[in-house]
């Protein structure tokens, strides 16, 4: 059926849509010719910021193709003749930066038109573009930068700043290294786009229904095992879709009606998919796209950061699987009915697709690759390994592995949009001084104060990340919260993963749990009840990052058997922490034993070397609460199961 759209004035979609495909393609091939050094290969010599300036102006030409001025997603019906015309000076924009970006470069700051005016036309065009993809909320903080980069002299105070020329500042942020073609771009380009495209050809292929699949299989025996199945699934999908909400909108789909159909209510149901979700984007060994970031940022190998994040992440879906396990006892959930159970042969078709990670995880581990090389190299494992094998006796058709190109682009625009404006932020950071300005007012605010600084950081990485993307969220907070604690003398590496932790969990943390609230509609549920019980199940993501930042043993720093100690003690506190949330352990806890369990727990998650004695109250706590754990098992031998309740 013809919509009203369609019938107004502008392009038919049977011409645009096919433009906007090619644009999708060739940013994806763009990226990956780049992440394989292909240029290099073929003796083409060029600026980076070349490449970076090609991706980010295609992604703003086909931006105004593709999406519309009001509402979200693709754009369905005609193509207004205003858009196209958007669309072909952006285009022109790029074209003219890249034809004379050699000269262009080292002209910024002599105010020439040729210069300032396609650098201005490409600022306005990516605002206005990263307001289609994202809304207003983080336009209207890179528009306030913008305009303290203008009128900075006039803020009183420690923030005053150095007041730009406007000419000047369009040149510098659209040519210039540190404003739009700087790290998050080039981090997007090559790194991002790469994973991306491995996520997608994993989905094409089978791959996520096998993981899917197999955490049925392995979880559905079990009590509660549609929550269990949630975790896992939701967990292994995270950690490469890259989008908390993307991820409750693909798995959500799936795990929270099955959830609801177990008895649980709607929800708890939703939350426990959003905090799985979300938590996907801390597991490696792939992680979300802040994590590659993050590794530019420091100076270190995507492994190190994917290794210091490794046992935090674990520990958060530790907290969340024995919440679920223990939830379920206490309604008395039975597990999954054996014929929504896929039988194992059939699971079995696909573990071919675990190949793809080993080669991902040697190639970045034992080989050192580059992130981008070691995503294509599983890529190809994942095209050559379904196109043998299949899963469960279907083969992907060559056609739709062709499509994962063109569906690839399309998926990373927001991501190259929020980097392109991420640099804008760092460009006005940079030039004006307001990074050392900002990190300098939070540390007196925080009076050198660690522990209220911990405190004031948190809050504000929680309400700057409300409403934003995860990668937009990461870029402002590593700017503007990171350096303060690393001031303090905070591990860096603690320091941008602390910032991560509590940006992450403006998905989760009300008013604005983005990734609650999508779980919620999906199961019917009230977004502010959803909202809180995730908190209450992601209360790990809040403690454990004020831990490693006293401990980096927790982030695997430091001498063998003080991190075993860590990680031993802290299960064990993860554990009594969580019995005493749910209220259950082999049976109902009463309030006193709740608050004893929670205090155990406690004292078992602080790690040995936090401070001096500390071991002291690791040993109390860890003892203490296998006490408790033994008295409650004791005291509910040989009593009835507890019935059903809500």
């Known amino acids: 059926m013809t919509t009203e759209i369609e019938q107004g004035t502008g392009l038919s979609r049977r011409i645009w849509h096919p433009m906007a495909m090619v644009l999708w393609s060739a940013i994806t091939l763009t990226a990956i010719g780049w992440s394989l050094g292909l240029p290099r290969t073929l003796g083409i010599s060029y600026y980076p910021q070349q490449l970076l300036a090609i991706l980010l102006g295609l992604s703003v030409t086909v931006a105004f193709l593709s999406l519309p001025v009001k509402g979200n997603g693709i754009r369905e019906g005609r193509l207004p003749w205003l858009d196209l015309g958007l669309s072909a000076l952006a285009l022109l924009a790029t074209v003219w930066i890249v034809w004379g970006y050699p000269t262009f470069v080292t002209q910024v700051f002599a105010r020439k038109p ?152 709607a929800h708890k149901a939703a939350a426990i998919e959003a905090v799985a979700s979300t938590g996907g984007q801390l ?104 196109l043998l094998f299949g899963y469960r006796g279907e083969r992907p058709a060559l056609l739709t592995i062709l499509d994962s190109v063109p569906a690839t682009g399309r998926a990373v625009i927001e991501i190259l949009l929020i980097s392109g404006g991420s640099g804008l932020v760092i460009g006005v950071l940079n030039v004006t001084g307001l990074s050392f300005n900002l990190t300098y007012a939070l540390v007196q605010l925080g009076q050198g104060n660690l522990i209220a600084l911990l405190a004031l950081s948190a809050l504000v990485c929680i309400v700057l990340g409300m409403g934003l993307p995860t990668l937009g969220v990461y870029v402002l907070l590593a700017a503007l919260v990171a350096p303060a604690l690393i001031e303090t003398g905070v591990e860096p590496i603690a320091a941008h993963l602390y910032v991560l932790y509590f940006g992450m969990m403006s998905m989760i943390t009300p008013p604005i749990a983005m990734a609650a609230f999508a779980a919620a509609s999906i199961a019917g549920a009230r977004p502010m009840a959803t909202g809180f019980a995730a908190m209450r199940f992601g209360w790990a993501a809040y403690l454990m990052p004020v831990l490693f930042v006293f401990s980096p043993s927790l982030l695997l720093i430091g001498p063998g058997t003080a991190i075993a100690l860590t990680i031993a003690t802290a299960t064990i506190g993860v554990w009594l922490i969580s019995a005493a949330i749910a209220g259950y352990m082999a049976q109902r806890l009463s309030g006193p034993m709740r608050a004893l369990f929670a205090l155990a727990g406690l004292l078992a998650l602080v790690p040995a070397d936090a401070f001096p004695g500390a071991v002291y109250s690791d040993v109390i706590g860890a003892l203490g609460g296998l006490v408790l754990i033994a008295m409650n098992f004791l005291s509910a031998k040989g009593k009835q199961p507890v019935e059903s309740g809500t």
């Open 114 to 265: 040729e210069v300032w005016l396609p650098g201005l036309v490409m600022v306005l065009l990516l605002l206005e573009a990263l307001r289609r993809a994202t809304g207003w909320a983080l336009v209207i903080i890179i528009a306030v930068f913008l305009l303290y980069a203008l009128f900075g002299n006039m803020v009183p105070g420690r923030l005053q700043g150095r007041a730009q020329n406007w000419q000047v500042l369009s040149g510098y942020m659209a040519l210039d290294s540190n404003g739009i073609l700087g790290v998050p771009m080039a981090v997007a380009g090559t790194v991002v786009v790469s994973f991306i495209l491995f996520g997608q050809l994993l989905n094409t292929t089978g791959g996520s229904n096998f993981f899917t699949d197999g955490a049925l299989l392995l979880m559905g025996r079990f009590r509660g095992g549609a929550m269990k199945i949630a975790v896992l699934a939701s967990g292994l999908f995270g950690s490469i879709s890259g989008s908390a909400v993307a991820n409750v909108a693909g798995t959500g789909v799936v795990t929270v009606p099955m959830i609801k159909r177990d008895g649980y209510p």
């Open 283 to 386: 597991m490696p060994p792939v992680m979300g796209a802040a994590a590659f970031l993050m590794a530019e940022f420091l100076g270190v190998s995507y492994a190190a950061v994917a290794l210091a994040a490794l046992a935090p992440a674990i520990l958060y879906y530790v907290a969340l699987f024995i919440q679920a396990d223990l939830e379920a006892a206490k309604l008395g959930i039975a597990p999954v009915p054996a014929d929504q159970i896929p039988p194992k042969r059939a699971v079995g078709t696909g573990l071919h697709f675990l190949l793809c990670f080993a080669v991902l995880i040697y190639t970045l581990f034992a080989l050192s690759w580059q992130p981008e090389r070691a995503a294509v190299a599983a890529t190809v494992t994942v095209i050559l390994s379904a």
